[in-house]
């Protein structure tokens, strides 16, 4: 899995519920066609990403088809997990 572009927004909260700070990313993922994620229009993983007290996680994640939006019902393994997170953290606005 190769992060190929991004696209950030962060996340606003007029309610002031949500402690620390949120921030949606869309990473477009490069896949080796033999991969059961693999799409020929392109997949992407949508990432909400929170920061409180400067620690930063995934809060949550998806798959989807580049093309259609369509959500794939995949999960991130533990390695690539830890390179998105560190993804996200590089790649703050």
Same mark, same amino acid.
């Given at each position: 899995?190769e992060i190929?572009? $991004?696209?950030i927004?962060k996340?606003?909260?007029?309610? +002031?519920?949500? /402690? +620390?700070? %949120?921030?949606e990313?869309r990473? $477009?993922?490069d *896949?080796d066609e033999?991969d059961e *994620? $693999? @799409?020929? +229009? +392109?997949t992407g *993983?949508?990432v909400i !990403? /929170?920061?409180?007290?400067?620690?930063?996680?995934? /809060?949550s994640y998806?798959?989807f =088809?580049r @093309?259609s939006?369509?959500?794939l =019902? !995949?999960?991130l =393994?533990?390695?690539?997990k830890?390179i998105? *997170?560190?993804?996200? %953290?590089t790649? %703050?606005?």
């Amino acid at each position: 899995m190769e992060i190929t572009e $991004y696209i950030i927004k962060k996340i606003n909260d007029p309610t +002031g519920i949500i /402690a +620390g700070e %949120r921030y949606e990313y869309r990473l $477009y993922i490069d *896949l080796d066609e033999e991969d059961e *994620l $693999y @799409s020929e +229009g +392109g997949t992407g *993983l949508r990432v909400i !990403f /929170a920061i409180d007290e400067d620690e930063g996680r995934i /809060a949550s994640y998806h798959f989807f =088809e580049r @093309s259609s939006e369509k959500v794939l =019902e !995949f999960e991130l =393994e533990d390695d690539e997990k830890e390179i998105v *997170l560190e993804y996200c %953290r590089t790649h %703050r606005e």
